[in-house]
């Protein structure tokens, strides 16, 4: 089982920007679709944003549009700028890959804190 692993979470105070990196492993072969989810506490894990394996197509949840940027490198390396930051938005953010075109999310980060205060 291959083992995403993610960095750049933190506290921050509302209105600020983090900036969330999640890399595989170098001898992981090229990945599809790349995401980030959250969890807060108490509620399910959600999807954040998702990103086509050539980077061409990018998606956003609602909650996230406009002040959420999701990309990727040819080295199987995904980011999320995260801008405009809202207490809401504290929760353990993982990132997660799928292995091929049709497969669900195959494999995940240990997951990073983000808190944000008000």
């Known amino acids: 089982q291959v083992q995403l692993l993610e960095s750049g979470g933190g506290m921050v105070q509302a209105g600020g920007s983090l900036r969330l990196t999640c890399a595989a492993p170098?001898?992981?072969?090229?990945?599809?679709?790349m995401a980030w989810f959250r969890q807060a506490p108490g509620k399910e894990r959600e999807l954040v944003a998702q990103?086509?394996?050539?980077?061409?197509?990018a998606n956003y949840e609602d909650f996230v549009a406009g002040r959420f940027t999701i990309s990727r490198d040819a080295k199987n390396t995904v980011s999320l700028q995260m801008n405009s930051l809202k207490p809401e938005d504290t929760a353990v953010y993982y990132c997660?890959?799928?292995?091929?075109?049709?497969?669900?999310?195959?494999?995940w980060g240990q997951g990073t804190q983000v808190t944000v205060s008000s």
């Open positions: 997660a890959a799928a292995i091929g075109p049709f497969s669900t999310y195959d494999y």
């Open positions: 170098s001898y992981t072969s090229a990945l599809y679709r």
């Open positions: 990103i086509s394996r050539n980077a061409r197509s």
